[in-house]
């Protein structure tokens, strides 16, 4: 079955995002309750200094085939992450967040994408090299 109308929550900072996150200084994304709209003003302001993607979380419009991480049905960030981290446990209090209705990762892995998704950080690198980089903090586990 095909899931449109998706939000990937490991966009970048453009037109058209929201923040759903804000990295905090453990490195772990406190989940805001309510999405807020990226702005022009806001990428002028966050892209100052570090990469916006290694300080916020954004989401978008998942574009499915227009994404390196698509498999052909299903987004492999997600996949990934619970792949190498079988072990985590996490309670089922999920935090309180504007996309999980339409979350791509939560309509692959429900309450399991919720408790690693605090811990996965989008880096966005430059121009020619774009690739998503996910790093979940409780195992220190890097991947591309």
């Known amino acids: 079955m095909k899931l449109l109308n998706k939000a990937c929550p490991s966009s970048t900072c453009e037109t058209g995002a929201s923040v759903i996150g804000i990295v905090?200084?453990?490195?772990?994304v406190a989940i805001l309750p309510q999405t807020i709209e990226v702005t022009d003003e806001f990428i002028a302001i966050a892209s100052r200094g570090n990469a916006p993607?290694?300080?916020?979380?954004?989401t978008?419009?998942?574009v499915e085939n227009?994404?390196?991480?698509?498999?052909?049905s299903r987004c492999t960030v997600i996949d990934k992450v619970l792949q190498m981290n079988e072990s985590f446990v996490s309670s089922l209090n999920l935090?309180?967040?504007?996309?999980?209705?339409?979350c791509r990762w939560y309509h692959q892995a429900a309450h399991k994408a919720c408790a690693v998704c605090p811990f996965i950080i989008t880096d966005s690198l430059m121009a020619d090299e774009q690739e998503e980089m996910v790093r979940v903090t409780e195992t220190q586990v890097l991947m591309l």
């Open 66 to 72: 227009g994404c390196r991480q698509w498999n052909g």
């Open 24 to 28: 905090n200084h453990e490195g772990v």
């Open 53 to 58: 993607e290694k300080r916020f979380r954004f």
């Open 60 to 62: 978008n419009k998942c």
């Open 95 to 102: 935090p309180a967040c504007d996309i999980r209705n339409n």
